[in-house]
Nanobody, 122 residues
Framework: QAQLVESGGGLVQTGGSLRLSCAVS????????MGWHRQVPGRDREYVAT????????RYSPSVRGRATISIDNVNNMVYLDMTNLRPEDTGVYYC???????????????WGQGTQVTVSS
C-alpha cells in the first residue's frame, strides 16, 4: 500500500533549524518524484521543495530557497527536508509528497502523507 509517513516536526524558535523525515513505501519511492508541501494557516497548500529523479536536481519555492534542503536516502527509502533560519511564517503542517513531472514544478501531488506540525515561535 502506498504510504508516506512524516516525522520530525515540533516547536522551534525563530532562527532555529529542524529536519523533517519521510519514510516512503517501495511502490512509490523511485517511481514518483519526491517533495514537500505545507499548509500554512489561512493559505492554500503550497509546494516547498521537490526532487526530480530524471534530473537528480532539487527545486525550491522562493519562500524557502536558501533556507531549505531536500535530500534522498536511496538505501532506506527516506526523504528529508532540512530547514534553517526558520521564521514564524514557516509555521504550518508539512506534508511529504510524491508526484509526476508537473509535481516537480510545484503541481499537485499524487500521494501525500498525514503531515507533521511545525511551529516557529517569535
Amino acid at each position: 500500500q502506498a504510504q508516506l509517513v512524516e516525522s520530525g516536526g515540533g516547536l522551534v524558535q525563530t532562527g532555529g533549524s529542524l529536519r523533517l523525515s519521510c519514510a516512503v513505501s517501495g511502490d512509490i519511492f523511485g517511481s514518483y518524484n519526491m517533495g514537500w508541501h505545507r499548509q500554512v494557516p489561512g493559505r492554500d497548500r503550497e509546494y516547498v521543495a521537490t526532487f526530480s529523479w530524471a534530473s537528480k536536481t532539487p527545486r525550491y519555492s522562493p519562500s524557502v530557497r536558501g533556507r531549505a534542503t531536500i535530500s534522498i536516502d536511496n538505501v532506506n527509502n527516506m526523504v528529508y527536508l532540512d530547514m534553517t533560519n526558520l521564521r514564524p511564517e514557516d509555521t504550518g503542517v508539512y506534508y511529504c509528497a510524491a508526484g509526476d513531472v508537473a509535481f516537480v514544478r510545484g503541481g499537485r501531488p499524487d500521494y501525500w502523507g498525514q503531515g507533521t506540525q511545525v511551529t516557529v515561535s517569535s
